[in-house]
């Protein structure tokens, strides 16, 4: 782009150049000019030639690309890796991680895998490092690895380019590791991001070529390197969706693609599959395998200790859940390694608690383990411990208050109250008022001495005469403004510099200018008809020879459209965009973009002060021409510009994420809640492996560490937490359909921004399901429920069980929409093989019960709900299990039979027992299966027409009252709901509105106000 605005400023000159030598010496002159150009001309195309991107020479192209192969392989296997986390999982020896082929329903077609009519299944199935091996045996070199969260699969990608560069074969590619994370599919293709990362992680790579990017490219044309992309999952999914696009687009490019499992579930809801690739799914680790491990690991003093927990794992199930991944595996080795620790504390954890108490214990012990190890980046700054403790436990805090895994430095200003920024920006505003005006102020009194209309020097003496007036006012305009507009949610993104001018630029520009100026042209010709040219413009018109036969007012009105048209063409072809986002630049660290955003604020500061000036100069011009001044003297004047573009620019560009950024961490560092150097500290803490790090983010390594962290914070509570307490509160006393939206809300964003396997988000769900289903709002959770992804099945190498054959034939029929006598029979059978396998599921129970009530028998339909909800409670079933759909469509037939009370009852219940989550329990079958019940219930039932007959007896009711406003208890708690509604979201009222709320509903929880809530049409506070 700069080589070709290069070019044209060139052409430009020679151009102009020629026809003014021309007009005014002679040809000789031109020919000197010419030869000038040409050799301008000629410089260029040496330097085209090179710089250019081309191919190697075809006669030694073999040779170049197997030494560029050798070179990039003798660079991976010398690269220092992350040897902290490779120590706790590859020492002794490396954990026994296997995999098998993955279902059919995530593959594509065999034939299209083995590149052949004839090609048939492989058995991909392998454990520890015989991955290269798995992907030698797939004739596409298309991989993808799944897995659940901690299951290792960024650890074997890794291990995969080590074992290859240990033992290198020259004919085969050599295999790359790559963050995918870093790839955004809009600013640059495949091949072109593959080189570039390439190129800057391995520097050394080519050294000596002139053009290194050429010989990258030349190997990835000729297939010597396969690209392994790690983290596919950490992408925001539109950005996923676009990547699995541009891949199906390259059905012939190898690679190999690491991702979680729920992940690449969720994108085929609404995706297509990797065309040509294998798919393999990691498997758990079995007890006996992590027992062997971890008595060979433990070291010398705590041999004895692990040794009884591993002898603990086979008979406790719970111990072995937990301890069935690599990162908790790794994690336990931290925690308990140190002196005057004991494994054996994990034990009545595992009895008394479960898993997640064990999982919570080996979290909290490999933080404080990790903090005080000394391994990490060499050069880092430490930080002490405990202080450091603190500090991720303010971090963690912060993300769970925006319901995000991931922290981004433009996020930190959100930490900050919203009243503190009022208060800023009304500071900032009258400081930059204040370097505005100041300068101003002389420059306009010497303007008012040398203008000779009475009126504009008065004018000009009452604008300098009252600065303070003007601070004040500015002050209070952006400070009412700032508290007026909605605050960004996770804070203003990032900008960065680009360049946009250039050649296509400047011909847009000059279509632009020609047709603005013929416009400006056309519209100021009356103007200066009817009052007249300025007196000394004319003058300098008369000096143009091509102008001298047009009258007065034609020369000024050309004169107008040719100014403008020069403005617009030197303006397109030099435009710089100094407001390109950059929250998805691809940059190697977070502090690229932090760069970036500085870069462009301090870039803006010379141009806006360039165009301030400009302005004021054009502005006195205009004064000058009409006569209504004289030029004063210019140095005041360029001290105006310069102060009013300073100011401009404190106001405008002060706001922006660079400006927030460091007055947020300047606070925080205040208040000990965060260090001054905080990208300095997360890179400590990414090096003692608490952290990773991609696409201009920071993530802890496992969710539940992050929820650990927070947990009992009061910061923790805030966004999601708070509304889901106060859509309980809401639901406790009868407001269903306003608390389901609530949960609803709460649970699509957790489950898009966190994922289903985080507690907050099942249980933000199993509630929305509850309330749902007494509010009878089947169409908004069918919705709900059709976000989610489905259930995995075995694979190909295990067979089918019955009941997994029985489900597969129920979503069958109800994706077919079959008649309910037919969906209540395969749910009958699905029971019962439910029942011979040993394990009973409510939620089958939940969709029996649903089934009959469509079939008409509600009596069959309420019986099952009240057995389902009594065996629950009384503990025949699961005591940790709960049942939702059951216990909510109850109450809503609780509520036809005119027993308002008693249906809030099974509500608030069932609500408070959903907060207990089950131990190791798959959420995914249950959503199906809610979905399933869901999309009966949405299909036979008609909410058009409920809706319609609830505002007709609101009518009714309005007509019976006469139209009087009534307000009662019930109306003054809605009122005041509805202001902690508003404000449940607030960073610093949010948890006042939540207290708040909690006496209202003491209110609205009488007898007789519950009897009128389940019976309104709507509350006042909503606009149904």
């Known amino acids: 782009m700069w080589k070709w605005s290069l070019v044209t400023v060139v052409t430009l000159l020679g151009a102009g150049g020629t026809a003014w030598v021309w007009l005014r010496y002679d040809f000789e002159k031109v020919n000197w000019l010419w030869g000038v150009v040409a050799g301008v001309i000629a410089v260029y195309v040496v330097v085209d030639q090179l710089f250019a991107d081309r191919e190697v020479a075809p006669p030694t192209a073999w040779a170049h690309r197997r030494a560029a192969a050798d070179e990039l392989a003798e660079l991976i296997r010398r690269e220092p890796t992350d040897q902290g986390l490779l120590r706790a999982i590859d020492e002794p020896y490396p954990l026994p991680v296997a995999w098998r082929t993955a279902p059919d329903r995530l593959l594509p077609s065999w034939r299209s895998i083995g590149r052949s009519a004839e090609a048939g299944p492989i058995d991909l199935a392998g454990r520890d490092g015989a991955l290269w091996e798995c992907y030698r045996a797939v004739p596409s070199g298309r991989l993808l690895v799944l897995g659940p969260p901690g299951s290792g699969k960024s650890i074997i990608a890794l291990r995969l380019v080590r074992e290859f560069a240990a033992r290198r074969d020259p004919e085969v590619p050599v295999p790359v590791l790559l963050p995918v994370d870093s790839w955004d599919p809009g600013a640059e293709g495949f091949h072109d991001w593959l080189v570039d990362r390439i190129t800057r992680r391995y520097p050394s790579l080519a050294a000596g070529h002139p053009r290194r990017a050429a010989v990258v490219r030349d190997l990835l044309v000729a297939d010597l390197v396969v690209p392994v992309l790690d983290g596919l999952d950490e992408l925001p999914d539109d950005r996923l969706s676009a990547c699995l696009a541009e891949l199906n687009e390259l059905p012939t490019q190898r690679f190999v693609l690491t991702c979680r499992s729920a992940v690449y579930e969720k994108y085929l809801i609404q995706g297509e599959r990797l065309r040509a690739t294998a798919v393999v799914t990691l498997a758990p680790l079995t007890a006996a395998q992590v027992g062997r491990y971890l008595r060979d690991a433990a070291p010398l003093h705590q041999v004895t200790n692990w040794s009884t927990v591993a002898d603990r794992l086979d008979a406790d199930a719970e111990l072995a859940a937990a301890l069935s991944t690599p990162l908790l595996v790794a994690l336990a080795r931290t925690a308990f390694d140190q002196p005057g620790t004991d494994p054996r504390d994990l034990l009545p954890l595992a009895a008394e608690r479960g898993r997640r108490s064990v999982e919570d214990e080996v979290l909290s012990r490999a933080v404080d383990a990790a903090l005080r190890s000394r391994r990490g980046g060499q050069g880092l700054r430490r930080w002490e411990p405990d202080r450091s403790r603190d500090y ?238 004289d030029f004063p003297q210019p140095v005041a004047q360029v001290y105006a510009g310069l102060g009013l573009g300073l100011g401009w620019w404190l106001y405008r560009r002060g706001g922006g994420a660079w400006f927030r950024f460091g007055v947020a961490r300047f606070v925080l560092a205040a208040r000990n809640q965060l260090p001054y150097p905080l990208l300095a500290f997360l890179d400590h803490v990414e090096a003692v492996g608490l952290l990773r790090r991609g696409a201009g983010a920071y993530r802890f390594r496992h969710g539940r560490l992050q929820a650990r962290l927070a947990a009992g914070s009061v910061a923790g509570r805030r966004g999601s937490r708070l509304r889901e307490e106060f859509a309980v509160e809401l639901a406790g006393a009868g407001y269903w359909p306003e608390a389901f939206r609530m949960l609803a809300a709460v649970a699509g964003t957790r489950a898009a921004n966190v994922g289903l396997d985080d507690d907050r988000t099942a249980v933000a769900l199993r509630r929305a399901v509850l309330v749902g289903a007494a509010a009878g709002h089947w169409s908004e959770l069918a919705d709900l429920l059709a976000q989610l992804p489905a259930p995995p099945s075995p694979g190909d190498a295990a067979a089918p069980t019955p009941v997994v054959e029985q489900r597969r034939l129920l979503a069958d029929l109800v994706g077919r929409d079959a008649p309910v006598r037919d969906l209540l029979a395969a749910a009958d059978e699905l029971a019962a093989r439910e029942e011979r396998s040993g394990r009973r599921d409510p939620a089958t129970v939940e969709l029996q019960a649903v089934l009959r009530y469509a079939a008409g028998d509600v009596a069959a339909a309420r019986e099952a709900c009240e057995r389902l909800v009594a065996s629950v409670r009384s503990a025949d079933v699961d005591a940790q299990w709960s049942a939702p759909l059951a216990a909510g469509l109850l109450a809503g037939l609780v509520v036809t039979d005119g027993r308002p009370t008693e249906a809030v009852a099974i509500c608030r219940y069932d609500l408070a027992l959903a907060d207990v989550l089950p131990a190791g329990t798959d959420l995914l079958p249950l959503v199906e299966t809610w979905r399933w019940s869901v999309a009966v219930l949405r299909r036979v039932t008609d909410e058009a027409a409920e809706t319609l007959r609830r505002i007709r007896l609101a009518a009714h009711a309005e007509r019976e009252r006469g139209n009087r406003p009534v307000l009662t208890r019930r109306e003054f708690a809605e009122i005041g709901l509805q202001g902690c509604h508003r404000a449940i979201g607030h960073p610093m009222f949010g948890p006042l509105a939540l207290g708040a709320a909690y006496r209202l509903v003491t209110v609205l929880q009488a007898p007789d106000i519950v009897a009128l809530t389940l019976h309104r049409p709507a509350p006042m506070w909503h606009d149904a």
Do not use: M, Y
């Open 392 to 629: 991720l436990t303010q971090l963690a805090s912060h993300l769970e208050s925006l319901d995000t895994r991931e922290f981004r430095w433009w996020q930190l200003a959100v930490a900050l109250p919203r009243p503190f920024w009022v208060a800023f920006d009304g500071l900032r505003a009258a400081l930059a008022a204040w370097i505005a005006l100041s300068p101003v102020r002389d420059a306009l009194g010497a303007l008012a001495a040398v203008t000779g209309h009475a009126q504009v020097r008065d004018l000009l003496h009452g604008v300098a005469a009252q600065p303070a007036v003007l601070v004040l006012l500015a002050a209070l305009a952006a400070a009412l403004r700032s508290a007026l507009r909605d605050d960004p949610q996770h804070g203003v993104p990032p900008v960065r510099p680009v360049f946009t001018g250039g050649l296509r630029a400047l011909l847009e520009g000059l279509v632009g200018g020609l047709v603005g100026g013929a416009l400006w042209g056309v519209l100021t010709w009356p103007l200066f008809v009817a009052i007249g040219p300025p007196p000394r413009l004319v003058p300098l018109l008369g000096t143009v020879p091509a102008l001298a036969h047009w009258s007065v007012p034609t020369q000024c009105a050309v004169a107008v459209g040719a100014g403008w048209c020069v403005f617009t063409v030197v303006r397109s072809a030099l435009r710089v965009d100094l407001s390109a986002p950059a929250a998805e630049l691809s940059a190697l660290s977070p502090a690229g973009t932090l760069r970036a955003d500085r870069a462009a604020t301090l870039a803006a500061l010379p141009l806006t002060a360039a165009r301030a000036v400009a302005l004021w100069f054009a502005g006195l011009a205009a004064l000058w021409l009409a006569g209504l001044s």
